[in-house]
């Protein structure tokens, strides 16, 4: 069974800053993508960042410049440093790992930007 934990959000100001953590745990050979989504209310589910084993990324576009992912591979984990963070940032992110071509997911992690 795997599972993935996430940990770092909460409520800030505009123009602040908020790290994200998804560390992945259980029966895992090997991890391929992982990746950030969010969503908001009202909203359908989207790709924030996404970084491969080899850690290549990719970025909606509406985070580019402002967030960066990374991922530790010794420690299953990956993180989302986000900064200049927007109230229309405001959503519940979720972690995504591809594991041997099955998607997990976490329970997801809420962010509050207040204006």
């Known amino acids: 069974q795997v599972q993935l934990v996430e940990s770092g959000g909460g409520l800030v100001q505009a123009g602040g800053s908020l790290r994200l953590s998804c560390a992945a745990s259980?029966?895992?050979?090997?991890?391929?993508?992982m990746g950030w989504y969010r969503q908001a209310p009202g909203k359908q589910r989207e790709l924030v960042a996404a970084?491969?084993?080899?850690?290549?990324?990719n970025y909606a576009d509406s985070v580019k410049g402002r967030f960066t992912i990374s991922r530790d591979n010794a420690k299953n984990t990956v993180y989302l440093q986000m900064n200049s963070l927007k109230p229309e940032d405001t959503a519940v992110y979720y972690c995504?790992?591809?594991?041997?071509?099955?998607?997990?997911w976490g329970q997801g992690t809420q962010v509050t930007v207040s204006s």
């Open positions: 995504n790992a591809d594991i041997v071509a099955v998607d997990y």
């Open positions: 259980g029966s895992i050979f090997s991890i391929n993508a």
């Open positions: 970084i491969t084993s080899g850690g290549s990324t």
